[in-house]
């Protein structure tokens, strides 16, 4: 087998569990990329540190599957590895849907894997995961003899490992519009052209969070995309909730998924720019007891990180001057570059801002079946927030 040798000077980050190897700490590597692209690394001194997969065109070439000598890469691993995935998920309580994969929290770097019960939605995001598809549908068809699988790697950053957008069936084709469950909830989930995968499950245990806060409430959720959180805020009592996103498509869905629910008397949904809208109804002095913000991330780069602070800190100003006295914010934020601590910062200016007061009611990140490793900052991106606003 190849074998990859690191240079002396390395950070301790792949040392301390981190998987991905950057072609700067790669001394030299022997042999040809073979064609199922395992390697194996050793360090400088010839100690063996794991098995992972190469790809020389990426600024990663290397990512390792397993740090274990004995530990063969082959079908029965991918069937062994996403085993223990559902397992863990199941132990936490997870029934119908859940990230079944994700990625180097798991253990299985670049491979994407959401269920939506018996519907399966993968994404591949690099070369040497993407090999291994078919190996990975099969442990999916033994494990769960799913209704469908479908493969959503229609995702730009396929591109840095030379791998071309697309999507399509990965199982015999089936009607990709489905129904899922969550809290006593249905909502439609558009398989094929939804974003992402298809739904927002990372924040499905945040959803219940706003249970007691929105009773009686006139609530406003910005960055709705199909209502889910809205739809919650009806179900748990509201008064009255007003959604909006800026994609039409998504604004249908949610009405869709308000009627499919019973609710379509309390939700209204409305296609509109967030900046725009709160900002004109924070001068026309509206009022809300809750307002939501669930906005997609603001920046992947450093060199943009100025303007993602600029844009929660303006978000979030606008909503909280929107609330009543009282009234409870309901933020999140999924850009990875944003710290916990950095949200929190900006949080606060954002009160100092708006002259307002706030206490912390709730701070917690994604839901656990997105499992978090301390030393993969990746794998920790999602704040979720509530305060009360007086
Ligand atoms: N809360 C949702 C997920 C929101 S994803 C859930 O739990 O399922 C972020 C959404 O923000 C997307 O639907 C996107 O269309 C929308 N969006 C992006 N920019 C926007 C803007 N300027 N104004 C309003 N919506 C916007």
């Given at each position: 087998?190849?074998?990859?040798?690191?240079?002396?000077?390395?950070?301790?980050?792949?040392?301390?569990?981190?998987?991905?190897?950057?072609?700067?700490?790669?001394?030299?590597?022997?042999?040809?990329?073979?064609?199922?692209?395992?390697?194996?690394?050793?360090?400088?001194?010839?100690?063996?540190?794991?098995?992972?997969?190469?790809?020389?065109?990426?600024?990663?070439?290397?990512?390792?599957?397993?740090?274990?000598?004995?530990?063969?890469?082959?079908?029965?691993?991918?069937?062994?590895?996403?085993?223990?995935?559902?397992?863990?998920?199941?132990?936490?309580?997870?029934?119908?849907?859940?990230?079944?994969?994700?990625?180097?929290?798991?253990?299985?770097?670049?491979?994407?894997?959401?269920?939506?019960?018996?519907?399966?939605?993968?994404?591949?995001?690099?070369?040497?995961?993407?090999?291994?598809?078919?190996?990975?549908?099969?442990?999916?068809?033994?494990?769960?003899?799913?209704?469908?699988?479908?493969?959503?790697?229609?995702?730009?950053?396929?591109?840095?490992?030379?791998?071309?957008?697309?999507?399509?069936?990965?199982?015999?084709?089936?009607?990709?519009?489905?129904?899922?469950?969550?809290?006593?909830?249905?909502?439609?989930?558009?398989?094929?052209?939804?974003?992402?995968?298809?739904?927002?499950?990372?924040?499905?245990?945040?959803?219940?969070?706003?249970?007691?806060?929105?009773?009686?409430?006139?609530?406003?959720?910005a960055?709705?995309?199909?209502?889910?959180?809205?739809?919650?805020?009806?179900?748990?009592?509201?008064?009255?909730?007003?959604?909006?996103?800026?994609?039409?498509?998504?604004?249908?869905?949610?009405?869709?998924?308000?009627?499919?629910?019973?609710?379509?008397?309390?939700?209204?949904?409305?296609?509109?720019?967030?900046?725009?809208?709160l900002?004109?109804?924070?001068?026309?002095?509206?009022?809300?007891?809750?307002v939501?913000l669930?906005?997609?991330?603001?920046?992947?780069?450093?060199?943009?990180?100025?303007?993602?602070?600029?844009?929660?800190?303006?978000i979030n100003l606008r909503g909280m001057k929107l609330l009543?006295?009282?009234?409870?914010l309901?933020t999140?934020?999924?850009?990875?570059?944003?710290?916990?601590?950095?949200?929190?910062?900006?949080?606060?200016?954002?009160?100092?801002?708006?002259?307002?007061?706030?206490?912390?009611?709730?701070?917690?990140?994604?839901?656990?079946?997105?499992?978090?490793?301390?030393?993969?900052?990746?794998?920790?991106?999602?704040?979720?927030?509530?305060?009360?606003?007086?």
């Amino acid at each position: 087998m190849p074998v990859v040798y690191l240079k002396k000077r390395i950070s301790d980050r792949v040392l301390n569990g981190h998987p991905w190897i950057f072609n700067n700490e790669i001394e030299k590597w022997d042999d040809e990329v073979p064609e199922n692209r395992v390697v194996e690394v050793f360090t400088y001194d010839k100690k063996f540190l794991g098995r992972g997969y190469i790809n020389p065109l990426s600024r990663i070439p290397v990512r390792l599957l397993t740090r274990d000598r004995n530990e063969k890469i082959n079908e029965t691993f991918f069937l062994n590895r996403i085993r223990k995935c559902w397992e863990y998920r199941e132990k936490l309580g997870y029934v119908e849907n859940c990230r079944l994969v994700f990625g180097e929290a798991d253990s299985l770097p670049q491979l994407i894997i959401d269920k939506f019960n018996d519907y399966f939605v993968i994404q591949t995001l690099a070369l040497g995961i993407d090999i291994w598809k078919t190996e990975i549908v099969k442990a999916l068809n033994t494990i769960f003899s799913p209704k469908g699988i479908y493969e959503r790697n229609d995702v730009p950053v396929r591109e840095l490992e030379g791998l071309p957008q697309q999507k399509g069936f990965l199982s015999a084709p089936f009607n990709t519009q489905i129904v899922i469950r969550e809290n006593g909830l249905r909502f439609n989930v558009d398989i094929e052209n939804g974003q992402k995968t298809g739904y927002f499950l990372d924040q499905q245990d945040n959803r219940r969070k706003i249970n007691n806060i929105v009773k009686d409430a006139d609530v406003l959720g910005a960055f709705c995309y199909t209502g889910t959180f809205e739809i919650h805020a009806a179900h748990y009592g509201a008064r009255s909730v007003k959604g909006i996103d800026i994609s039409d498509g998504a604004v249908e869905q949610a009405k869709k998924n308000a009627a499919l629910n019973g609710l379509q008397n309390v939700c209204q949904f409305e296609a509109a720019n967030a900046f725009d809208v709160l900002k004109q109804w924070s001068k026309e002095g509206k009022q809300y007891d809750v307002v939501m913000l669930d906005p997609p991330a603001f920046t992947k780069s450093r060199d943009t990180i100025q303007k993602a602070i600029t844009g929660y800190k303006e978000i979030n100003l606008r909503g909280m001057k929107l609330l009543k006295p009282g009234g409870f914010l309901v933020t999140s934020s999924c850009t990875n570059l944003v710290s916990p601590e950095l949200f929190l910062q900006i949080i606060d200016m954002a009160a100092k801002d708006a002259r307002r007061k706030i206490r912390q009611v709730t701070f917690q990140t994604q839901s656990s079946d997105h499992p978090v490793i301390r030393g993969i900052e990746s794998t920790w991106y999602l704040k979720f927030l509530i305060v009360e606003v007086s």
